[in-house]
């Protein structure tokens, strides 16, 4: 077993032996499944005031230093293997290729190309799900690189097009479906094939028809879940591993809490108050107690008189409420749910980053089971994006490739 297969085994390891604290949904829960299991932590979970709840669940980082100080035993497991962190610097002047560009997702080009310079050099690359070509055309502006773009949207491709045109680069734009084979021309004339966040099945696309044919594979994933099924592993390494990820568990990692001004704060915290104190209504009037969830809805409609909302969700479920019942009783439990509710939701915050590693670290197996040396690195800070980790595949030379006029 390779070292990075121990590492994702173990990590699999703390992760199943944990599974009670992340994989309920707190938005579900009536109580807490640990209660009886780490009843000290749950009496700190419920001492916490408002203020601290509020800055846990908006930072991550806050909720698992927290979860870290009363769980040490499972974040010493957790803790054994970090990406590689790197320090990318960014230029002070104006960058021509920057324009049009939000400063973060520019940033977020330059760390993912200072986060390559290890590896060898290349003539050609292509770029999947490369929208506009922003990083193609970085790409092949700094690194004097010909790129192939690919993308599926038209009119992306031809706003890219006239974009890298004003610069007079070499990038030529393909419209295609990269969930479908790729053509071998594409595949071997680039050296290097990259995809800064693409989402899902896309990125496994790509994953599954570079590898092994490609010199260099760089991917910063996002959006795991997306085309996933359940149980779903790439390696044989995460197949034999113990830990077991449906689709929706796959999307821990991405959730976020609101973070903009009170109101969205405010505007979030009513509805879900609302929602939940419908679900105790519905509980006590159908005895179902399975969660039965509710469209979405325009947040101007928590703005009204909330037993309006009642009636509608009512009429979702085939029920009819009473307009002239007293919901006070009722909004009152939904408040007390919600409280609870995030207040679970901080050990969720805080252990999400370890499930987002677990599947990295599979992408990161299948690419050395095929041949690869592989790093994983966290290549920009997290206020730039919480997606920051990549995986950089680069396969061994190989002298046999070289033809025999050169090894005359």
Known sequence: MTELQQTLQALANALQNSRQLWAPEPFLLTEAPWTNSHPEMQQALLALDQTDVNAMLQDSAYSEAWCAEHLPSLFVELRRWQPELLSPTFGTHHDPMALGIGGRKWQQ????????????????????????????????????????????????????????????????????????????????????????????????????????????????????????????????????????????????????????????????????????????????????????????????????????????????????????????????????RFEMSERLGIIRQGLKRYLEYFIVLDLACYAEEQGYSVRVVEFCPKHLTPRNLAVLAQRPFDPTIIPSLFRE
Not at 157 to 164: L, Q
Not at 233 to 250: D, I, R, T, V
Not at 285 to 311: C, I, M, N, V, W
Request: with cysteine.
């Open 109 to 336: 080009i330059e760390a993912f190309k200072q986060s390559m310079h290890t590896l060898p050099a290349v003539i050609n690359i292509a770029d999947w799900c490369g929208g506009k070509g922003y990083l193609a055309g970085y790409l092949s502006a700094h690194l004097g690189c010909q790129v192939d773009c690919l993308e599926i949207d038209t009119n992306l491709c031809a706003e890219g097009f006239d974009r890298v045109d004003q610069f007079n680069l070499p990038v030529k734009f393909h419209r295609c479906d990269v969930l479908q084979p790729i053509s071998d021309t594409i595949l071997m004339n680039n050296e290097r094939h990259v995809a800064l966040h693409a989402c899902g099945e896309l990125h496994r696309s790509m994953w599954r028809q570079t590898l092994g044919r490609a010199e260099q594979v760089c991917l910063s994933p996002c959006c795991y879940h997306l085309g996933a099924t359940d149980d779903f592993h790439l390696s044989e390494a995460a197949k034999h591993a113990g830990l077991h990820l449906s689709a929706k568990e796959m999307r821990i990692p991405l959730l976020e809490t609101v973070t903009g001004g009170q109101q969205a704060i405010n505007s979030r915290r009513q509805e879900q108050i609302w929602r939940l104190a419908y679900e105790t209504w519905r509980i006590e009037e159908t005895g179902d107690t399975h969660y039965r969830p509710l469209r979405s809805l325009s947040k101007r409609f928590f703005k009204q008189d909330p037993g309006k909302f009642f009636e509608w969700a009512a009429t979702q479920h085939a029920l009819r409420f009473n307009r002239h019942q007293d919901i006070d009783a009722y909004l009152d439990a939904g408040r007390r």
